[in-house]
């Protein structure tokens, strides 16, 4: 397993997989597909359940961004990398960033990502998307025989 600590967000350190959408600011959803249409969800994403919170499963959209709204200003946790050689996720250069829930985030189109947790306690989202709901929409990888382990602390949490 490969251990990471979760770092504090900033704009600079996740610009390569995304930007960061703080009070009063906004992003414009990229869309690469013909036919996708903005999609707006609402969800609860769970709390992270342990301490390394350990992650066996990254996702990608190959042509479309995606942004998470926290609803009830709860933080939470971001684990992103980038491509390898082979188009697959980088878990040796993976990062994992604690964002505050005044803060919204949108990954680029094609950003490796695990699925969304809250730090402290399950957190609601909303998810903006563009979607024409084929299997060009999303696209899982497993690396159960290369997890990483996120090492969470108060700091993080922050």
Known sequence: MRRISAEPIGAEAFAPFGCLIEAGGSATTIAGRP???TVIERKTVPASGH?????????????????????????????VCPDDAMGGPDVARARAFAVPGSMAIQYHPAIWHAGMSGLARPVEMAIVMDRDFSAGDCE??????????????AEAEG
């Open 35 to 37: 036919g996708s249409r």
């Open 51 to 79: 301490d390394p919170h350990l992650v066996e499963t990254l996702e990608r959209h190959p042509s479309d961004s995606q942004a998470f709204l926290p609803l009830d200003r709860g933080a939470y946790l971001v684990v």
């Open 140 to 153: 899982f990888r497993s690396i159960a025989d290369t997890p990483i382990g996120i090492v969470l602390n």
